[in-house]
């Protein structure tokens, strides 16, 4: 037995198969037709999606346009065999390797061609802020816009309609996308002012935007005690801010003979009390009033101060205890600087699934 299978053995002799040159040449040639009229296939989808693109709502055109991307794989097929290009031999390997080369193609190229500059299809962005909303006459309202456009900016006008119809047009400081105007009051109006902001882009394409901001003697006032009141150490001090200063919040304080003093709010107002430093015993204790407002575009935070535009004066007891204390900590929270945070659209989602299951699929044919 041993024998016979040595026999065997001799006679099995490995052969190298040969080499036919001319199919191989033949289906290379096959090969790159085959990857230029995908490549090209792709790029003509492409261009025919861009027009399907720009005429659908929003809302839905992103998913029809790839599903359209996905049919158009059938039509490929019968491409090739319209072309006469043999594809007789063509396997599900090479069917997919074909398919995603076509769908690679259009996908990167429909995100470009939807893209500037070959497309823009919206208005500039214009996010306005009044900060503050409401101001005592004396103070200014610095009026602030982030301001982008993926195509490009052309112009910006802004202009203030005055409680007596007078229209201004301040010019505006840049820092990047922020864009921030100053209206000084130096009338000392109070009532409306009518802010209307207009900016156009490139394509001309317009976005308007309308706020209204206040002057008023009232945002703050004193509500307790009556101005000129003799105090002692735990008198409470109250005033009133108009909530319409800031949607954001405010941080509230006051300065006693220079000192400042931060204000706590309790209730619906927001009180102190001469037991802190600043104020003097036995002496008049001449107070100011403040609201510290803020407005952020991402990392960018433009500040502005409400100044009471009355004073008040306070005499005080010949305590000892009064103006023995620190300032009390602040309950107050203002807007805080934060990066800008990118949520990837329904294109970019598509790229970066194509990306992924290429990769898979070329990770699988090796």
Same mark, same amino acid.
């Given at each position: ?30 090969? $790159? ?12 989808? $492409?261009?025919?999606?861009?027009? %399907?693109?720009a005429g659908m709502s929003p809302s839905y055109r992103w998913p029809l346009i790839f599903l359209l991307g996905l049919s158009m794989m059938s ?31 259009? %996908? ?12 823009? !299809?919206?208005?500039?962005? $214009? ?62 109006? #109070? !009532?409306?002012? #009518? ?26 006032? %004193?509500?307790?005690?009556?101005? !000129? #009141? ?18 954001e919040g405010i941080f509230t304080y006051y300065e006693v003979n220079g000192i400042t003093v931060n204000l706590t709010k309790s209730g619906e ?81 598509? #790229? ?6 290429? $990769? ?7």
């Open positions: 037995m041993a024998k016979r299978r040595k026999e065997k053995e001799e006679e099995y002799k490995f052969k190298i198969p040969e080499f036919d040159e001319k199919e191989f040449v033949r289906k290379e040639r096959r090969n $790159a037709k085959v990857t230029f009229i995908s490549f090209i296939f792709g790029v003509f989808i $492409a261009i025919v999606s861009q027009v %399907l693109w039509i490929l097929k019968y491409i090739l065999i319209k072309l006469n290009i043999d594809t007789s031999d063509f396997g599900r390997k090479e069917w997919i390797g074909t398919f995603f080369t076509y769908f690679f193609t259009w %996908l990167v190229a429909l995100i470009i061609l939807v893209n500037p500059p070959f497309y823009d !299809g919206s208005a500039p962005v $214009a996010d306005l802020a009044l900060i503050p909303e409401m101001q005592e006459p004396g103070g200014n309202v610095t009026i602030a816009a982030y301001i982008a456009d993926n195509a490009g900016i052309k112009s910006i006008n802004l202009s203030i309609k005055e409680p007596n119809g007078k229209m201004v047009y301040p010019d505006y400081r840049q820092d990047g996308n922020v864009f921030v105007w100053v209206y000084e009051n130096d009338n000392n109006l #109070t !009532g409306n002012f #009518t802010v209307t902001l207009s900016v156009e882009d490139i394509n001309g394409y317009e976005v308007e935007t309308n706020k209204t901001f206040r002057y008023s003697k009232n945002v703050i006032r %004193l509500l307790y005690p009556e101005n !000129g #009141t003799k105090v002692n150490y735990g008198t409470p001090i109250r005033f009133y801010f108009d909530n319409g200063i800031s949607s107002f927001y009180e102190s009390s001469p037991m802190y430093y600043g104020w003097r015993a036995g002496e008049n204790n001449s107070i100011r009033v403040f609201a510290k407002v803020r407005h952020c575009f991402y990392d960018k935070c433009i500040n502005n101060t409400v100044a009471d535009s009355s004073y008040y004066i306070f005499p005080a007891e010949d305590d000892p205890s009064i103006g023995t204390r620190g300032s009390p900590e602040s309950n107050a929270k203002l807007p805080q600087p934060h990066p800008v945070s990118m949520i990837p659209g329904f294109g970019s989602l598509l #790229t970066i699934i194509a990306i992924i299951t290429i $990769a898979l699929f070329m990770r699988r044919r090796k």
